[in-house]
């Protein structure tokens, strides 16, 4: 059976922000992967808030997650779920996407989440703002985490400084994080790297062939 988020009406359970204990580091505790947004609303050709990207990295983040499932990582689902007008929508400049209940704000087929893998609903940015990643992390025992999905610049990198000022020790392997432009992708990659301390990890050059 897939966990989700406790739910209540309006949202996800929210947890108040006293409550929240940083995760001591240091010690090797489980790991997380932790898939963002890779959701029909950003996965599928004229999506509303397309993210070509995301399919270039489909079939390497199918084969990260099924290494994650091999090896007893924690499998966790962080998706948006938005209300039919959303005040991000028009705050944000976003299109309507994702909205709770319709087929785009589930995750995409080849993605799909597996028995025992963990669902959580946010409704912003940050995969911890306002829901129970955290609390669920904490529960199992978690203290590392690899980001993987959507957007490089935006859901990603806000969910790790999260994740960074909550004291994990968290990972970003280029191979499984797409973005929308190529300079924002990049810069967003430094800011983890240099800014929060999160361990990047590159997608190798290719060399010029030679003539």
């Not at 489980?30 to 959701?39: E, F």
């Not at 084969?63 to 007008?85: P, Q, T």
């Not at 985490?145 to 990603?156: D, S």
Request: charged share 25%; hydrophobic share 40%.
């Amino acid at each position: 059976m897939i966990k989700k988020g406790t739910a209540f009406a309006g949202g996800v359970e929210r947890r108040d922000v006293h409550e929240e204990e940083t995760v001591k580091t240091g010690a090797s505790g489980r790991k997380a992967l932790v898939v963002v947004d890779m959701l029909n609303d950003f996965v599928r050709p004229g999506a509303p808030l397309e993210v070509p990207e995301t399919r270039a990295i489909l079939p390497a983040l199918r084969r990260r997650i099924a290494k994650a499932h091999r090896e007893g990582e924690l499998v966790v689902y962080v998706c948006d779920s938005h209300r039919e007008n959303d005040p991000e929508f028009a705050r944000m400049g976003w299109p309507p996407h994702a909205v709770e209940g319709t087929p785009g704000a589930g995750v995409v087929a080849s993605l799909a989440p597996e028995p025992g893998d963990v669902v959580v609903e946010k409704r912003t940015y940050s995969g911890f703002h306002g829901t129970t990643l955290h609390f669920i992390l904490r529960r199992n025992g978690i203290k590392r985490l690899t980001l993987a999905g959507c957007v490089t610049n935006i859901c990603i990198l806000y969910t790790a400084a999260d994740a960074a000022m909550r004291g994990y020790d968290a990972t970003v392997d280029e191979r499984f994080v797409a973005g929308l432009a190529p300079d924002a992708h990049a810069f967003a990659l430094d800011q983890m790297e240099g800014v929060l301390g999160v361990r990047v990890v590159r997608r190798p050059v290719r060399s010029a062939p030679r003539h």
